[in-house]
């Protein structure tokens, strides 16, 4: 598994993707939570389950554009799935290997 060395280079590859995607980022936590992966306002606050760390960047990735991504787009529809294929390719197969034991909405069928 290649996971992250710790908060910090996490918390610096959440601040890379919010460059490239154009988000003004207010406030980012990594911190334990105990029914998701991670949660955002519309006034830029951005929340991370600590348990993200230890996955393989490729998952952490993956959450990351994920809850980017709504910033654009408020739900999983048509646009949010297009908007995820354009920055991660086929991103289904790593939605599939994060971990279920935490809630992280699935797109709309």
Do not use: T
């Amino acid at each position: 598994m290649n996971g992250w060395h710790n908060k910090e280079e996490f918390k610096r590859r959440v601040l890379e993707w919010a460059d490239k995607l154009g988000i003004k980022v207010r406030a980012l936590s990594v911190r334990p939570m105990r029914n998701k992966w991670a949660s955002c306002s519309l006034q830029g606050n951005l929340s991370f389950n600590d348990e993200l760390v230890d996955l393989d960047r490729e998952i952490g990735n993956y959450v990351i554009v994920h809850e980017l991504l709504h910033f654009f787009v408020p739900n999983h529809g048509k646009l949010w799935k297009s908007l995820m294929r354009v920055h991660l390719g086929e991103y289904e197969a790593v939605r599939d290997r994060l971990p279920a034991k935490k809630f992280i909405p699935l797109e709309v069928p």
